[in-house]
């Protein structure tokens, strides 16, 4: 079996995992540069880190390839290059693996943007002093929009925090206490703070619009570790520039903003680039999975995390 | 009973509590101000949210007073004043009162620290996006000097995020799991933050020092949650200038530095103007304290967090 790895230590789980079954695996190390000569032989391929095309264009010349797995957790990107794979192949994304990291993340830009982080970090520049009562994210009430893995590892730590998750998912689920989005108009006002963790589709594309916004109460706290498309950007700019509204987002539409683009300059805005993955958090949990899904193929049993390929 | 209360909301609580034990109280609001002309007979005394002198000196001329209610959980300021109040006045401390904000904010740090908020404020303000890969606090192991309530508060968040507390406190509680701090020279190396939430005394002035930040692994990150002076601010300046360590402080010596300290523009800094338990979170429950203060005062039952005043 001939494995197609991104970096050493993948490359040294994989043999590990090999040693442990009593198999033998002929495993390459592909970084999305120049790709290993075993193209036509490989069967199972960790596609790198990246949304490089290279990278995905390679399918169609993967003759023997089975499995195709993602270290993202959208496959959006990948799909377009499922038509030119092998018969059934099986394209795995990395469910799990970013949440830990995204959901600290979330919290992050939530208590930095309530404790008034940005404005010690610029009082701090000016050798100022800037003391007074802040809000805190205790007592909070936080609109989970998207109660996944990623949203139910958020909510796990706003409890510790003594905030108040209010959950919300596509359709309503009474016994597990999650509301369905068409409650939304009698949960908006409730909010102080929103965090948007859905996927970008096309019923969630500007989802989060003018109307949505105005919803929300003076003060609520717009905070986004999705996908930058989902929310209006001008009329978020329009809440934040009258000073209705504060907002922090590691995503933006147009991402990155470019130099001249209103976002960089609003008032009550964090910005952190696109980093809700980026993590130490991400590699442990990244090798784990991989770990896992190797010692299933290798094993004959099914891999986990395949996502749905809709063939032309 | 004659009971003075620092503002409004305290004023509606004590009516209150008055209603439903069926007792009678006369309530006075003193915020710091002038005081009410009814000093010689107030017996349950809440002192007012801050360090100024008036408001402890005026002990001596309460004859009345019995139970002299302190909001702050620190309470070295107040007892060079017990000295002239009447015998057996007990002095209580706000205990647990502060633990949700100063938890919040010491995560907070961490936090925006680890995960690079202040590198991305700056970029906002260059309207750059400095994406790249970041420390999370996801698997880091986080050394709590201190474990009182302080100190819970802090590991049961840290817990939420896949962190590993090492418990540190004065004496070892091995069935607690609980390290004394002749252990340090064994624990130091091994972590990756430090948080510091150990009351301020003889023992524990420059406590973390030359020798202390020496122990600790490079790239370590030191967080000040409880008073300036538990810190050697120039052993420390000269572990940031040297780029070894990082740190994140809510409190400092000299507190607030003056213009032309070195603190201010250290690199590796991330300064809060001591707001750990300036928050939204503290007035709630700084009420909830009071209420049950004042509802075992008029119930004849003993007040709770009484502190040992040591009379000449």
Chains 1, 2 share one sequence.
């Not at 809000?135 to 796990?156: N, T």
């Amino acid at each position: 079996v001939r494995v197609w790895v991104p970096d050493q230590n993948f490359a040294d789980d994989a043999q590990a995992v090999a040693e442990r079954a009593g198999a033998v695996l002929e495993i390459d190390v592909y970084d999305g540069g120049a790709p290993p000569l075993s193209v036509p032989d490989v069967e199972f391929y960790v596609v790198p880190y990246s949304f490089s095309r290279a990278s995905l264009e390679l399918v169609a010349q993967m003759k023997s390839l089975r499995v195709m797995q993602l270290l993202t957790a959208g496959y959006e990107h990948a799909l377009p290059f499922m038509a030119s794979a092998p018969d059934g192949v099986q394209l795995c994304n990395a469910h799990g693996v970013h949440d830990t990291s995204t959901a600290e993340l979330a919290l992050t830009l939530m208590l930095a943007s309530l404790r008034g982080i940005p404005d010690y970090v610029r009082g701090q520049d000016a050798h100022e002093w800037r003391a007074g009562l802040r809000p805190a994210l205790a007592d909070k009430r936080v609109l989970i929009l998207g109660y996944g893995s990623i949203g139910k590892a958020i909510e796990r730590r706003l409890l510790a925090f003594e905030a108040e998750p209010i959950r919300v998912a596509n359709r309503a689920r009474p016994a597990d206490d999650v509301h369905g989005i068409d409650e939304l108009p009698a949960l908006l006002p409730l909010a102080d703070v929103v965090v948007i963790v859905v996927p970008l589709n096309e019923a969630t594309r500007k989802f989060v619009n003018a109307d949505f916004l105005r919803q929300l109460k003076g003060g609520a706290l717009v905070v986004n570790v999705a996908r930058g498309g989902i929310v209006d950007t001008d009329a978020l700019v329009a809440e934040l520039e009258s000073g209705r509204l504060h907002a922090a987002l590691d995503v933006t539409d147009p991402e990155p903003p470019p130099p001249d683009h209103p976002l960089w300059s609003a008032p009550n805005l964090l910005l952190s680039p696109h980093s809700g993955g980026n993590s130490s958090a991400f590699l442990p949990r990244a090798r784990a999975m991989v770990r896992d899904q190797l010692a299933r193929y290798v094993a004959g049993e099914p891999v986990e995390n395949v996502v749905r390929i809709d063939r032309p």
